[in-house]
Structure formats: structure tokens, C-alpha cells
């Protein structure tokens, strides 16, 4: 079993910042590639950024330069800092495995950016 809680959503002016952090339990193995993921209301749900257990990073090219991805070992989360947000940054934010697996969706936390 799996649980993902996702945390740290809000409403904040562009140009703003925001940090949210993923906290994961159950099955270490299946948590090695954890992901980020956002939807827009009418929209597909997309990738945003992968980050393994090494640390190593992939970011999508739509928030390339503004998002970043990173494993707190402190907290044990995984967190997404999301800087210079836009107004087509609102969306609700997830996060899971990657590839996703449908049972290990949270309730995601709603990011709204205003212009």
C-alpha cells in the first residue's frame, strides 16, 4: 500500500513563489521515481518533474527555468519549488510514482496564481 499526501498550495499573485511537498508512505521500493504532476480544470493531467532516489531530475520544458524538484531528507518529502508563477500555473498539483499508478493518487493541494 501506498499514500501520498500532497501539502503547501495556495493563492498567490504572479511572479510569485510557492513550495509543495509530497509525503509518501509505504512500499520504499515502489517510491524510487517519484513524480509531480498538475491539472487544469478541461485539461490532461501533466508531468512536471521526476526525481529518483540518486537525485536525478527531469523537468518539463512548459516550467523548465522556473520549477525545480528535490528530495528533503530531513522531512522525507518530495518537494516542488515553483518560482515566477503565471496565471496558467493554476491547477491542481499531484504527486505519485512515475509511471503513475491510478491507486496511488492523493487529493493533490490547489495552486491558484492571480494576475
Known amino acids: 500500500q501506498v499514500q501520498v499526501v500532497e501539502s503547501g498550495g495556495g493563492l498567490v499573485q504572479a511572479g510569485g513563489s510557492l513550495k509543495l511537498s509530497c509525503a509518501a508512505s509505504?512500499?520504499?521500493?515502489?517510491?524510487?521515481?517519484m513524480a509531480w504532476y498538475r491539472q487544469s480544470p478541461g485539461k490532461q493531467r501533466e508531468l512536471l518533474a521526476t526525481?529518483?532516489?540518486?537525485?536525478?531530475?527531469t523537468i518539463s520544458a512548459s516550467v523548465k527555468g522556473r520549477f525545480t524538484i528535490a528530495r528533503d531528507s530531513a522531512t522525507k518529502t518530495v518537494d516542488l519549488q515553483m518560482n515566477n508563477l503565471k496565471p496558467e500555473d493554476t491547477a491542481r498539483y499531484y504527486c505519485?510514482?512515475?509511471?503513475?499508478?491510478?491507486?496511488?493518487w492523493g487529493p493533490g493541494t490547489q495552486v491558484t496564481v492571480s494576475s
Open positions: 505519485n510514482v512515475y509511471p503513475p499508478q491510478p491507486n496511488y
Open positions: 509505504g512500499n520504499s521500493i515502489r517510491l524510487n521515481l
Open positions: 526525481i529518483s532516489t540518486a537525485g536525478t531530475t
